[in-house]
């Protein structure tokens, strides 16, 4: 993200001192200081003159030095310093601070560029228009210096003063850049597409100082590269809010703020929460560059924004509603609050056990079961307990899939009538089919009559006995009083046979 600031403003600074300043000056020259053995009319206000010819000719090598199409900033800071050794008092000593901040900018110096400038802005727009009779010289002047605090913040260590004084200049030149490519400004002639042009790269060079600074202070404290360090990021961030307090249009302060909510996840849960809501800030704030994202990165932190939500919420519902709240709040509202999935996971299961508590207790029990553990957790916790559930009902629920009579001391045989096991298939949500999982044997008593297979049955039970392959628990019935399930009458039996009856001898016959 820094990376993507510094090239931002190395682009924005070839743009002006290039193309922005030609094009102003090539529709005002800079007026050539007064000839100082012209004659002036007595009753005319004074006007501003140089002392002499060697100053007159000083400040004619300052002009050409400044010449924006092959400007010597070098020789304009020697010739500048020869000017005010040689005269320390003169009438143009606004002017030569307006050349100081070229010299000073264009040589690589943006700290003595924003001291020199600083007098010059005292007075806003007015002020400024006294000191420098020539708005060709005022735009540049200003224009240098709001690339001066956009460098010295990119690449040095700006003191509180030069920060107040680059801030000062970007304001100033965003006011002073309306007045001058204005379509009644008669000074300078332009196309309207001309004028339109030119005040959209003031207005970006201006915009573009001002994040950087808004910026500085925190990522001063991240450093460069930037800090990944938890602790790090937490001393940046106070700053960041105070940026995105002070800009709260800009994406791309709530993207530097949301970097560092993100870089301290593994701190607080709370600010990896605090991260997405900047993330959608920082896309739903389509500005554009300085201050907003370009296409290619709004895309690019849409995307992750996306993939971070997901992650944290378990599916995208919600993130529209997440995006229309980023809107109208540069910071999280009060209470704001992403649900995990663990958390509606969570939810969602204690909604499902209170709606389907006995399925819900089967499921715990089956689970366990399944696992590599299940035998242990059966002898060692299941066996012999008593399942039970609360409030008169039944603890567990399922549907008759078979009866069994099994005498003493023999195997079970399937019966048709009077039962002592039932075999109970407990089906899971998506589940169906008749396999038995619980064997219901019915302690020294059994059922007068039958059930009917597929019936519903309720039980409360002691687990006696478990196999895993096939999976069967059985679980004991003391009486009738913790079994619920419809009985029928037993089909009455068959009539018995009649004997045959031998046919009578006939009488006479032998």
């Not at 000017?83 to 307006?98: F, L, S």
């Not at 895993?468 to 039996?493: G, Q, S």
């Amino acid at each position: 993200m820094q990376k993507y600031l510094r090239t931002w403003s190395r682009m924005a600074a070839v743009a002006v001192l290039g193309a922005a300043v030609m094009l102003v000056n090539a529709h005002y020259a800079v007026a050539a200081p007064q000839d100082p053995t012209a004659k002036q009319d007595a009753t005319a206000k004074k006007q501003k003159a140089v002392k002499d010819n060697g100053e007159y000719d000083i400040y004619n090598d300052v002009i050409k030095d400044a010449d924006v199409n092959a400007p010597n900033y070098k020789k304009l800071v020697t010739d500048l310093d020869t000017w005010a050794q040689k005269y320390p008092a003169t009438d143009y000593k606004d002017e030569r601070d307006a050349y100081y901040v070229q010299g000073y900018a264009g040589s690589g110096q943006p700290g003595k560029a924003l001291d020199a400038v600083k007098a010059l802005i005292a007075g806003d727009v007015p002020g400024i228009k006294a000191k420098l009779s020539s708005g060709a010289l005022i735009l540049p002047t200003l224009v240098l210096a709001v690339v001066s605090a956009t460098q010295i913040c990119s690449t040095g260590k700006p003191t509180p003063d030069q920060l107040d004084t680059g801030e000062k200049a970007a304001h100033l030149l965003l006011d002073y850049a309306k007045e001058w490519f204005a379509p009644d400004n008669k000074s300078v002639t332009m196309t309207d597409g001309q004028r339109t042009q030119g005040l959209k790269q003031m207005q970006d060079t201006a915009n573009g100082a001002l994040l950087q600074i808004a910026l500085y202070p925190a990522l001063s404290i991240l450093g460069n590269p930037p800090s990944r360090d938890a602790a790090t990021c937490a001393k940046a961030e106070p700053a960041f809010i105070k940026a995105l307090q002070d800009r709260p249009d800009s994406g791309q302060i709530a993207l530097q703020l949301a970097n560092t909510f993100f870089c301290q996840r593994a701190v607080s849960s709370d600010k990896l929460q605090q991260a997405v809501f900047e993330y959608a800030r920082a896309v739903v704030e389509p500005l554009g560059p300085p201050f907003g994202l370009d296409a290619a990165n709004q895309k690019t932190f849409d995307d992750f924004l996306k993939r971070t939500y997901t992650s944290l919420h378990g599916t995208e519902q919600g993130l529209a509603e997440l995006k229309d709240m980023a809107k109208n709040s540069p910071l999280p509202p009060a209470g704001f609050k992403i649900k995990t999935a663990g958390e509606i996971a969570v939810e969602e299961q204690a909604k499902f056990q209170k709606d389907n508590p006995q399925l819900a207790m089967w499921m715990g029990i089956e689970g366990q079961l399944l696992g590599d553990g299940g035998p242990a957790y059966f002898e060692g916790s299941l066996k012999d307990a008593d399942v039970h559930g609360e409030n008169g009902a039944k603890a567990l629920k399922g549907k008759v899939v078979g009866m069994l009579l099994k005498p003493a001391d023999k195997p079970a045989k399937s019966a048709a009538c009077n039962p002592n096991e039932l075999l109970v298939a407990i089906n899971l949500p998506n589940q169906t089919g008749d396999t038995a999982k619980v064997k219901l044997h019915l302690e020294n008593w059994a059922l007068k009559g039958k059930v009917e297979n597929g019936a519903d049955v309720q039980w409360d039970g002691v687990p006696s006995g478990f196999t895993k392959d096939p999976f069967l628990l059985t679980m004991d019935v003391a009486d009738k009083t913790k079994l619920d399930v419809a009985i029928t009458a037993c089909p009455p039996p068959p009539p018995p046979k009649k004997s045959a009856v031998p046919p009578a001898k006939k009488k006479g016959v032998e």
